[in-house]
């Protein structure tokens, strides 16, 4: 049974856009889109983001190297990077004369999650309105370069961008897992082969299509290529530079 709801419609149509047109975003629209992610959830109310909008076109064509040359980063109308921001709240209790215990890992995850959760608000609301986006995962490649850019002090992580605009490009709805696959009842279920073959054709279609022949890797081919490469091994080390995850 499918319902009629606006709110569903515009999740279910989202697509990543990385081309925009030339019309800018006005900055009342985008400080309504940052309050629309600050009504997120937030783990025991400790409100623990901080978003950097970047438009100094020089930051923006560094930040551009740091995340592995992806040109839209400096491109696009609007580029924000979400950060876990443990030091506003070191600030705050050492304004009451506190000492904020740090270094806990339970701290990072909670503010990375945070961050997550506020950042997917921020781009439905986006795309409520005619928006759209694309996370850019790829600031990690070089946190340190993102930290000396944007002046980032201890207890602040870059985790990643998001470009927004207005969509120039029409990419089409990336199939996702069948739901079968996603939602377990009771317990957890091992994946179906069947499921996984069916997705595995339907994802190579949708490929195939994008692309015009030029890609038809399935789901399978994907996630061997992706989980069987380096995964930033650089970040443990970051992280306790940062003051985080030391504990």
């Keep these: ?20 047109t030339e019309q800018s975003i006005p900055q009342t629209l985008l400080e309504q889109l940052i309050a629309a992610g600050q009504a997120a959830s937030s783990s025991s109310f400790v409100q623990v983001t901080s978003v950097i909008q970047v438009s100094n076109q020089t930051a923006r064509e560094q930040l551009q190297v740091a995340s592995g040359n992806q040109p839209y980063v400096s491109t696009c109308p609007v580029f924000l990077v979400f950060c876990a921001d443990l030091k506003r709240n070191q600030d705050i209790c050492a304004y009451n004369g506190i000492d904020m215990p740090t270094g806990y890992t339970e701290q990072a995850l909670i503010a990375s999650i945070d961050t997550a959760i506020m950042a997917q608000n921020v781009i439905l609301a986006a795309e409520s309105v005619g928006l759209g986006g694309v996370y850019i995962g790829g600031l990690r490649n070089q946190p340190q370069l993102v930290c000396d850019t944007l002046k980032l002090p201890e207890q602040v992580v870059p985790l990643f961008g998001m470009c927004l605009g207005y969509p120039a490009q029409d990419p089409g709805l990336k199939p996702r897992l069948p739901l079968p696959a996603v939602l377990h009842q009771e317990q957890y279920q091992p994946l179906s082969t069947e499921h996984l073959q069916a997705y595995d054709e339907e994802l190579s279609s949708y490929y195939v299509q994008r692309t015009k022949g030029k890609l038809d890797t399935n789901f399978s081919q994907h996630i061997e290529k992706t989980l069987n490469k380096e995964a930033r091994p650089h970040l443990l080390e970051f992280l306790h530079k940062q003051g985080l995850m030391t504990r």
């Design 1 to 20: 049974m499918s319902i009629n709801n606006t709110v569903i419609e515009t999740m279910m149509q989202h697509q990543s856009i990385r081309k925009f």
